[in-house]
């Protein structure tokens, strides 16, 4: 059953508020991204027999050329995918420091929140010192190799026509060039595409982007070795050199993708799988559900000051394990057993107060040692992809590798720039990140996958989408559009929608609370029924659409006959 648009959602505790977009519904197939021209890329590769693997490389690809401010190929990210037989696979194509990088190569201008991230010239953010080894085109091509059916060239045939042809801006684009628009004036490349005559392209023009069309046509004709040490690959370096950044040639061909297995959580009778480390998702989620599990989060209302309360005091103990204990596994011994442990969270949860907020210390020892795109596609074969990818801020470290059109990552910022932590800088080390593609099952079948850009606040906004589906009953439209909350102990963020009348009960409580425009990204996801038909659903944050197909080819035994033909 769907409400109709834009109803306003009501829960048993009083809490609501009003769905803005509507869901899909389909027979063969779904395809759910932040853009519409990429959710029509994976449709085409569905309308062409290929799988739902296709479906989401194809569209990942056409995101870089429409949704450039987030993705690229030369970023990285994390790809959960469900086969039809029954398996999980987790895809880590995250970047790594490149082999000369050092624990100390960074400034930092403060050991405390806010500003703990920061370094002196912004140096881990902006510019060649802020690029990490890219993982995203080696990532989704042994995607593509390993369970896709259709060979590369034709997946990037929505993503070069996309860039050659060219793709009408929205406003979204428009806002996110006009936010960046001082370092992209500095960078000739980014300059002449995203600030033709000195401003942002306007919301309706067609922009057009050439040399980046020619390289992903060496991409569609030499694979992933064309940047694993292979032209666009030796670009690469060339400018790194001259520029005084880290990355070589052979650090590129050193890089690999690595194969996981998702950790996989239980809750209320469903088991919720998602990316284990350097992913904070899988143990994190899991840490917060198996908490909240002692709570009837249904009875006390979705957005009332009980369940915020609750929410924001489950984000703040995992974010203070997070840490000091996620991080690259072959770094950083990690207690995945312990944090995902029932018995961890009863110990936690004796010292939760539910009448006052509490500052929140790890409850394991220290370990040894925002801007993102997000597609979900299933087909009606049972595979299914949710897979999170990044070139890690808006616009990435802010420049593109000369000739190539392509946006170089920034994801060095993710490393801790303060040295001898869980999550410093290490030669080598894959970087860690909020990245959730999370799929939902239960008695083996999935129920719903879904994922979000959102940098820091993905795992949390993931979490409560889970919530909103097991707990309160929600439709999936509703589920992703909820208001959400976020905070890591500083400040309790509350988007918009969430009750005003709220703000003093929290307060009172302990929290400081900060009312913010929204929290995370364009959430995607899509949700199977018993019927067999799967719905599909994007949220408001971004230009999330979901695509389904239904019908078919004729039947096997339609023949035409020439006599009916004449009549």
């Not at 659409?545 to 339609?558: E, F, K, W």
Request: a negative charge.
């Amino acid at each position: 059953m769907t409400s109709a648009p834009n109803s306003s959602w009501r829960d048993r505790a009083g809490s609501r508020f009003t769905r803005e977009k509507q869901p899909a519904l389909a027979s063969r197939g779904m395809v759910v991204t932040n853009h519409p021209v990429a959710s029509a890329a994976g449709a085409e590769m569905l309308l062409s027999g290929g799988n739902a693997i296709d479906a989401a490389i194809a569209a990942l690809f056409t995101l870089t050329v429409v949704e450039p401010m987030m993705v690229g190929t030369l970023g990285g990210g994390v790809a959960h995918i469900r086969l039809t037989d029954g398996r999980h696979v987790v895809l880590d194509g995250l970047s790594t420091a490149p082999a000369a990088a050092t624990a100390d190569m960074y400034r930092p201008v403060s050991d405390t929140l806010p500003d703990y991230q920061e370094t002196e010239g912004r140096k881990n953010a902006v510019g060649v010192l802020a690029m990490g080894v890219p993982g995203a085109l080696a990532g989704w091509c042994q995607a593509l190799a390993d369970h896709g059916t259709l060979p590369l060239a034709e997946i990037l045939r929505p993503a070069i026509r996309a860039a050659s042809e060219g793709f009408r801006v929205t406003a979204y684009l428009t806002g996110a060039i006009t936010d960046a628009a001082t370092d992209l004036a500095r960078d000739p490349g980014l300059a002449a595409t995203f600030l033709p005559d000195g401003a942002p392209p306007q919301p309706g023009t067609l922009l057009r982007q050439p040399q980046l069309a020619d390289s992903l046509r060496m991409m569609a004709g030499q694979g992933p070795a064309v940047l694993y040490g292979g032209q666009i690959g030796r670009a690469l370096a060339e400018h790194m050199a001259a520029s005084g950044g880290l990355i070589t040639l052979a650090d590129l061909e050193a890089y690999s993708v690595v194969e996981r297995a998702p950790i996989v959580g239980k809750y209320r009778g469903f088991e919720v799988l998602a990316p284990p480390p350097p992913s904070s998702s899988g143990v994190h989620m899991t840490q917060m559900l198996n908490l909240l599990e002692g709570y009837d989060l249904g009875a006390l209302g979705s957005g009332s000051t009980a369940t915020v309360h609750l929410l924001a005091e489950a984000l703040k103990m995992a974010f203070a394990d997070r840490g000091v204990a996620t991080a690259d596994p072959a770094f950083v011994k990690v207690p995945v057993e312990r944090l995902t442990s029932k018995d961890y969270a009863a110990e936690r949860r004796a010292l939760m107060k539910l009448d006052a907020a509490q500052d929140w210390t790890p409850g394991v020892p220290q370990a040894e040692s925002a801007n993102t795109t997000h597609v979900t596609v299933a087909d009606a074969a049972g595979n299914i992809v949710a897979s999170t990818q990044t070139i890690n801020s808006l616009f990435g470290a802010r420049f593109s590798i000369p000739g190539t059109g392509l946006i170089a990552n920034n994801y060095m910022f993710n490393f801790d720039p303060h040295p001898g932590k869980a999550l410093s800088v290490a030669p080598g080390k894959r970087v860690f990140t909020s990245m959730a593609p999370t799929i939902v099952r239960r008695d083996g079948k999935p129920v719903f996958a879904l994922g979000l850009p959102g940098g820091l606040r993905i795992f949390g906004s993931a979490m409560q989408a889970v919530i909103n589906l097991i707990d309160h009953g929600m439709e999936l439209q509703d589920a992703v559009e909820a208001p959400r909350i976020w905070t890591n102990g500083h400040t309790l963020e509350l988007e918009p929608t969430i009750d005003p009348s709220l703000d003093a009960g929290l307060s009172a409580l302990g929290h400081k609370v900060q009312r913010m425009k929204h929290i995370g990204g364009g959430m995607g996801a899509v949700r199977f029924h018993a019927d067999g038909m799967i719905e599909g659903a994007a949220c408001w944050r971004a230009d999330g659409t979901p695509v389904g197909i239904s019908g078919g080819l004729a039947r096997a035994d339609v023949r035409f006959d020439p006599e009916v033909g004449r009549r």
